[in-house]
């Protein structure tokens, strides 16, 4: 884990140049034919700044200027990108402005995936059955938001599927200032109203407890990997991040 949130970390979130590459595949040409990387290759090149990283898998990314790399780090996986000089590595997200598209989902949606089991459910607010057969973990914060938009796409699966329960934690972000005495006041009520309420920035009343609930989420979500919000956990283990639509979710979550 801690190689892992090294290589997060340390690896420069840059833009860099790539002009000439981008100029040649704009006009058409496939530039994979001449820049090739091999696992070793990628593997020798990882090791100078994370020895632990072990390479899974390479492929070219669809801007066809850099390969993605699949990578697995002491129990975690996801993607990290590496420009065609082979000096430039870079962890984050690739999006398509123009179609507002996401094209790292696909590969991360695969990747990383946690052991369900190792996380308690006692504390989290119910939306829908709780005999509901497909459980689906999500880590909001009450002044997210896409958390707030997730929200009600959450309301019209669970409208549609009996068998999917959601099963919210709170999970507040430093960035929020208040996010963390609402999230308390809603774990003590566990009160999906409060949550709705807080969403649609109305004021809700202080925490009428005293809990450790909200302090053991954010250090749960940490051991997970989970750095923001929302994040959702499925069946299988697969943590996914950001906002999903209903259809989407449900795609996802799979059949019935």
């Known amino acids: 884990m801690r190689n892992y949130r090294m290589l997060v970390s340390v690896l420069v979130l840059l833009l860099f140049s790539t002009s000439h590459s981008y100029g040649f595949s704009s006009r058409g040409e496939n530039c994979a034919k001449c820049h090739t ?6 593997a020798a090149l990882l090791k100078q700044i994370a020895p632990a990283a072990k390479v899974l898998d390479i492929k070219m990314t669809p801007l066809k200027t850099m390969w ?27 999006v398509d402005i123009k179609a507002k598209k ?13 052991n369900v089991s190792q ?3 006692g504390d989290a607010l119910v939306m829908g059955d709780r005999n509901a057969k497909k459980k689906i973990i999500v880590f909001t914060d009450p002044e997210c938001p896409f958390c707030a938009k997730i929200h009600q796409e959450m309301k019209k699966v669970v409208a549609e599927r009996k068998d999917i329960a959601f099963y919210i934690k709170m999970f507040p972000l430093p960035i929020h200032k208040d996010a963390a005495e609402k999230a308390k006041a809603i774990v003590c009520e ?10 649609e920035k109305k004021p809700i009343p202080k925490a009428k407890c005293k809990t450790s609930v909200v302090d053991d989420n954010i250090k749960l979500g940490k051991k997970l990997g989970i750095s923001g919000t929302p994040a959702l956990i499925l069946p299988d283990g697969r943590v996914l991040s950001g906002y999903r639509d209903a259809k989407t979710l449900e795609a996802l979550i799979g059949k019935k």
Do not use: C, M
């Not at 990387?37 to 990628?42: F, R, V």
């Not at 699949?70 to 420009?83: A, F, T, W």
């Open 37 to 42: 990387l091999k696992k070793e290759e990628a």
């Open 68 to 94: 993605e790399i699949d990578i697995e780090s002491n129990g975690r996986k996801g993607p990290v990108y590496l420009d065609f000089t082979k000096r430039y590595l870079i962890s984050g997200q690739i």
């Open 102 to 114: 996401n094209l790292t989902r696909e590969s991360e949606e695969g990747l990383n995936r946690v």
């Open 119 to 121: 996380i308690p459910l």
């Open 190 to 199: 566990k009160s999906l109203a409060l949550l709705d309420a807080a969403f």
